[in-house]
């Protein structure tokens, strides 16, 4: 093993250029040129693409070619020199001017996998985001001279082709698992739709299905923290559900006084009003009690009926979210308020029979996991 600078390894360093492009991808017989996020998964991914404009297209270089690394030279802080291994040539596609192709020198007995996959470490990605520059911080870059100073520790390159092979065994069984988990996604989403709508009946339930709005379910409340009793700020996200703020900023937003925030509990729901339509909804389970932003609607739930699971699939449909989006108001696109009575308006199906709703949620709560 011994340690080797980049600068002694690689020949150069092979840039695109700007050109412009649509915002579509090509179409058979046309060029497309890569955007910085074909690499910024740490994998190669030549669907990250736009199709050429015809007047740039005498313009483009460097297309990405079998047995070669692409390398970002120009990225966000964390991305900036993120890379992808090309295993097949792609004739029709480009570099930007933000992309780097990496020529080995012939005689340095270095296997281009071995260093795609040496250069992508925590390590070395560190490295290079250190000696970044930019007048912006959103968006860095590296030059080719500390690009090339970064050093590798080198095995033998017998041991190097060991260490690919193994690596590209590993990736296919990621790739397999992710094509898994991509598929019971899709029918865990298409079996919610069904069981939800009532377009798919289990057996043994023949009961008609009713037509109830959300105020058969929820009531709005309004408890403020005025003996600043409740010291726990909470904070409504559409991935996450109700969170502490905590967790999802790291400096605390939440006003010093928190007296006029809302008191909310166990099994309460909470959504941002600006942002229903973007799913920005869900109910407290991670802490017992906490308090939330005064303009966020609360409601207590009654869960005699249907559990709260039920009610979190439900307001993961499309459906639902089409109704969130037609109750939203307002023209800024990123802000409209959608208010708490035409929300407990909201109306849909579901079975008359509670043993039905249960077995529904049973079984998106099996296919979920």
Known sequence: ???????????????????????????????????????SSGTFNPTAH????????SRVKESPKKGHIIVSRSNTPELVGACGYCYEDHPNLYLSDK??????????????????????????????SQLA?????????????????????????DSQLNISKVARLFETEI?????????????????????????????????????????????????????????????????HGIILQSQKF?????????????????????????????KSIGF???????????????FHFDGSVAPREYFEFRFDTAYMRYQFQKIS??????RRKAPAKDFLSIQFSLPSDPMEINTITSILSTSKT
């Open 133 to 157: 520059t930019g007048s912006s911080k959103s968006m860095q870059n590296i030059s080719k001279e500390n690009f090339l100073s970064l050093d590798v520790l080198t095995p033998p390159y």
């Open 329 to 334: 108001q307002g023209t800024n696109t990123r």
């Open 250 to 278: 790291d400096k605390r937003v939440a006003s010093k006084d928190l007296g006029r925030y809302k008191i909310v509990r166990m099994g309460d729901l909470i959504y941002d009003p600006m942002l229903l339509w973007d």
């Open 175 to 239: 790739t397999t698992l992710q094509l898994l988990i991509s598929e019971k996604e899709k029918l865990h989403s298409g079996l919610k739709q069904q069981l939800l709508s009532g377009k798919r009946r289990l057996p043994k339930f023949s009961k008609p299905w009713i037509t109830l709005c959300f105020s058969d379910f929820f009531d709005e409340f309004l408890i403020l923290n005025n003996d600043r009793t409740i010291t726990v700020p909470l904070t409504c996200s559409k991935i």
């Open 1 to 39: 093993m011994e340690v080797i600078s980049l600068s002694k390894i690689i020949s150069s360093l092979d840039a695109g250029v700007s050109v412009n492009g649509e915002q579509r991808p090509k179409e058979t017989g046309e060029l497309g040129v890569l955007k910085v996020s074909a690499v």
């Open 50 to 57: 736009k199709a050429v404009i015809p007047h740039d297209l």
């Open 284 to 298: 407290l389970t991670a802490v017992d009690s906490g308090v939330v932003s005064p303009a966020y609607s609360t």
């Open 99 to 128: 992309l780097w192709q990496i020529k080995l020198n012939k005689d340095a007995h270095i296997d281009p996998e071995w260093l795609y996959h040496s250069i992508s470490t925590p390590r070395a990605l560190s490295y290079i």
